[in-house]
């Protein structure tokens, strides 16, 4: 049942769809939460301070922007072109009242507007400077993109706003630093502001740059026409200034002898969060999930709960929403989420899959078989590589994924999606393949 934060803030609702029953013995628990965000409005000071929001406009926020002004960018010159465009749109799209930067990536960082370590507070003259100064962006250099993201991190951090948000545009691979540089770069910017990605043309990486959107909880995807980018970049922006309460956290409290397996999100997209746990109390974690605006994400929750008696239940989880307050401690959104545990003989209560487990347990095979087939075309492993698709293709027609059905049908001959029988086609345009791989972590919903 739905459990609402009444309040000034945007009310949160948490629902939990599983079967609770399990056989003599049985210890794996799986719960599909649905977390949904509705009706934003003023935000009171139980989640910001008053001077960070305003009735009128939203909640204060700093955006940077990242343009790739590397060399490569010169090729063809419509994508340089593109990219002036784009970032021309975003800027359009800042709300007044926003703290906004626009950056040049190249194999250093260079602040285009409007510099000396500032950010701009958006309105009719800010926004038309900084589109003036877009006029001077040219391509040339290389390519290191941590540096990028750490000049934004230390001009986003100069705001004292809600909302914290960067876009980054690459055409190409991080060439001009080591890995473990990004990586550090990347752990030193999450949690500090979230970030969407995206890669134009097909000449970048898309385990690179999808990472960057994974580690700073971001959306990433490929605009392969230059064309495209505007309309991209407008999208982006409107759905950031969106947001409205930023660094919710999934709080996750079990009892003794209860082991958290793994912690998801699900839909829209798949994200692994187990591993970004960070503990918060006796047998208490939290899982980060970014900021919210109006919206509703699905996460799947699969603990081990202690071996029970036939009759017996218990609370195997408790799931609630917090966001961090200035002096350390969390406060509560108030929304929460039960998973229970009852031990029954009823072989088909307990033998029965709920239908929203079955359904993201699926979107996540999903995901991970589009990834290993690309991976074993890769190599030249055809024979692997039709398996992993044929797969695929199965289980985006059993779900109704049909964009993934779409994107796979590009790179395999589908001669029965029920079965799964798939032919790899003999030529694959690149961009093909890199959108399949870019947007193989989209879901669709349980189909109602």
């Given at each position: 049942?739905?459990?609402?934060?009444?309040?000034?803030?945007?009310?949160?609702?948490?629902?939990?769809?599983?079967?609770?029953?399990?056989?003599?013995?049985?210890?794996?628990?799986?719960?599909?939460?649905?977390?949904?965000?509705?009706?934003?409005?003023?935000?009171?000071?139980?989640?910001?301070?008053?001077?960070?929001?305003?009735?009128?406009?939203?909640?204060?926020?700093?955006?940077?922007?990242?343009?790739?002004?590397?060399?490569?960018?010169?090729?063809?010159?419509?994508?340089?072109?593109?990219?002036?465009?784009?970032?021309?749109?975003?800027?359009?799209?800042?709300?007044?009242?926003?703290?906004?930067?626009?950056?040049?990536?190249?194999?250093?960082?260079?602040?285009?507007?409007?510099?000396?370590?500032?950010?701009?507070?958006?309105?009719?003259?800010?926004?038309?400077?900084?589109?003036?100064?877009?006029?001077?962006?040219?391509?040339?250099?290389?390519?290191?993109?941590?540096?990028?993201?750490?000049?934004?991190?230390?001009?986003?951090?100069?705001?004292?706003?809600?909302?914290?948000?960067?876009?980054?545009?690459?055409?190409?691979?991080?060439?001009?630093?080591?890995?473990?540089?990004?990586?550090?770069?990347?752990?030193?910017?999450?949690?500090?502001?979230?970030?969407?990605?995206?890669?134009?043309?097909?000449?970048?990486?898309?385990?690179?740059?999808?990472?960057?959107?994974?580690?700073?909880?971001g959306s990433v995807d490929i605009v392969a026409d230059p064309a495209g980018l505007a309309a991209d970049f407008t999208g982006m922006m409107e759905k950031a200034m969106g947001k409205e309460v930023a660094d919710v956290a999934l709080r996750l409290w079990t009892p003794v002898g209860t082991t958290v397996k793994f912690v998801k999100q699900v839909a829209p997209t798949v994200a692994e969060l187990t591993l970004r746990r960070t503990e918060s109390g006796p047998r208490s974690g939290d899982y980060p999930t970014g900021s919210w605006g109006d919206e509703s994400r699905d996460y799947h929750v699969c603990v081990e709960v202690p071996s029970a008696g036939l009759g017996q239940e218990m609370l195997a989880a408790r799931v609630s929403l917090v966001v961090p307050q200035p002096d350390g401690s969390a406060q509560s959104l108030g929304a929460q989420g039960l998973v229970r545990a009852v031990w029954t003989d009823d072989m088909a209560a307990s033998t029965s899959i709920n239908p929203q487990v079955a359904h993201y347990t699926g979107q996540a095979e999903l995901a991970q078989v589009i990834q290993q087939g690309l991976d074993l075309r890769k190599a030249g492993d055809m024979d692997g590589a039709t398996a992993k698709l044929g797969r695929a293709v199965q289980l985006a027609s059993v779900s109704g994924n049909a964009d993934t059905a779409k994107l796979l049908a590009k790179v395999v001959d589908v001669v029965d999606a029920t079965t799964g029988t798939v032919r790899l086609k003999a030529k694959v345009a690149e961009a093909d393949e890199m959108t399949l791989e870019t947007r193989s972590t989209k879901t669709v919903r349980v189909k109602k």
């Open positions: 049942m739905a459990n609402f934060f009444k309040s000034n803030v945007p009310q949160f609702a948490v629902d939990v769809y599983q079967n609770e029953y399990l056989p003599e013995g049985g210890r794996e628990v799986n719960a599909i939460v649905t977390v949904t965000s509705t009706g934003g409005g003023t935000v009171g000071s139980a989640v910001t301070s008053p001077h960070q929001y305003s009735a009128a406009n939203g909640p204060s926020a700093a955006v940077a922007i990242m343009v790739d002004c590397s060399g490569s960018m010169d090729y063809p010159p419509a994508k340089m072109r593109g990219a002036r465009e784009a970032t021309g749109a975003a800027i359009d799209a800042v709300r007044d009242g926003v703290h906004f930067a626009v950056i040049a990536g190249t194999h250093v960082a260079k602040e285009v507007y409007p510099g000396a370590g500032r950010l701009a507070v958006a309105d009719a003259t800010t926004r038309e400077q900084a589109k003036q100064a877009l006029r001077g962006l040219s391509a040339g250099g290389g390519t290191a993109i941590g540096t990028w993201l750490r000049l934004a991190e230390r001009l986003l951090s100069s705001a004292d706003v809600a909302i914290r948000h960067g876009i980054v545009l690459t055409d190409g691979r991080n060439e001009h630093e080591e890995p473990e540089a990004l990586k550090a770069t990347l752990e030193h910017c999450a949690g500090r502001f979230t970030c969407d990605a995206r890669g134009v043309g097909t000449d970048w990486e898309v385990k690179e740059v999808t990472g960057i959107a994974s580690a700073l909880l």
